[in-house]
């Protein structure tokens, strides 16, 4: 079967640093994406990893290990806006399998 | 460049009624993907279409259905509606070839309430 995994619900504090984890397992593997989604709002692409090691693009980071069917978001220097759900997503053999999503709280 | 737009964004329907929503995707993309958002089930793949010919379908029964026209905008269709189809119905567009990074940018969604 397919599968991913990820925590439902992270809090953190503002200015901290917050990693999300995603385990997957699907029949093919042709790169895996991380969306943002605001609630009432439409998922807005964050990143993509094709390959195993880390993608940084400002403060978020993505990294993923192919054998390990693994991949993991980093925000760093957390804001208040950050507070929305992010989702895994794996493009497999022919369509993209999303996970349900980390609902992400920030603090002040 | 503007975005994926959706039509409606709200719908009220009551069980056993019809619903048709409507989906136009980024200039130049061909490819158009719907999914059933629910707080439960997350992002629930229903069918993809490229230029106008269903290219990958979803676990759900044959009352979804959907279709692309030549200008790649798309429909999907809801027969006898269940409560339980209450959801945020999102569409994506992509460029459209297979595999590869490629990119999925969402609408704003249609949200469903069947009563």
């Known amino acids: 079967g397919q599968n991913i995994d990820q925590p439902t619900e992270m809090t953190a504090t503002e200015g901290a640093i917050v990693q999300i984890n995603c385990t997957y397992q699907t029949s093919g593997f042709n790169g895996l994406f991380w969306y943002q989604q605001h609630a009432g709002e439409a998922p807005t692409f964050l990143s993509y990893n094709v390959l195993d090691g880390l993608e940084e693009k400002g403060r978020f980071s993505s990294f993923l290990s192919r054998s390990k069917g693994y991949s993991y978001l980093l925000l760093k220097e957390l804001q208040m806006k950050d507070s929305a759900s992010y989702l895994c997503?794996?493009?497999?053999?022919?369509?993209?399998?999303f996970g349900t999503g980390t609902r992400l709280q920030v603090f002040p | 460049k503007a975005g994926v737009t959706q039509t409606p964004r709200y719908l009220i329907k009551t069980r056993g009624q019809q619903v048709t929503l409507s989906c136009s995707p980024i200039?130049?993309?061909?490819?158009v993907s719907w999914y059933q958002q629910t707080p439960g089930q997350g992002l629930q793949f229903l069918f993809e279409y490229f230029s106008e010919t269903q290219r990958n379908k979803g676990n759900f029964p044959g009352r979804f259905s959907g279709r692309q026209f030549s200008n790649s905008r798309s429909e999907m269709n809801v027969s006898t509606l269940e409560l339980g189809d209450s959801a945020l119905y999102l569409c994506?567009?992509?460029?459209?070839?297979?595999?590869?990074?490629?990119?999925?940018?969402f609408g704003p969604g249609t949200r469903l309430t069947v009563l």
């Open positions: 994506a567009s992509s460029p459209g070839g297979s595999g590869g990074d490629n990119e999925q940018f």
């Open positions: 997503a794996v493009n497999g053999t022919d369509k993209l399998i």
């Open positions: 200039s130049g993309h061909r490819s």
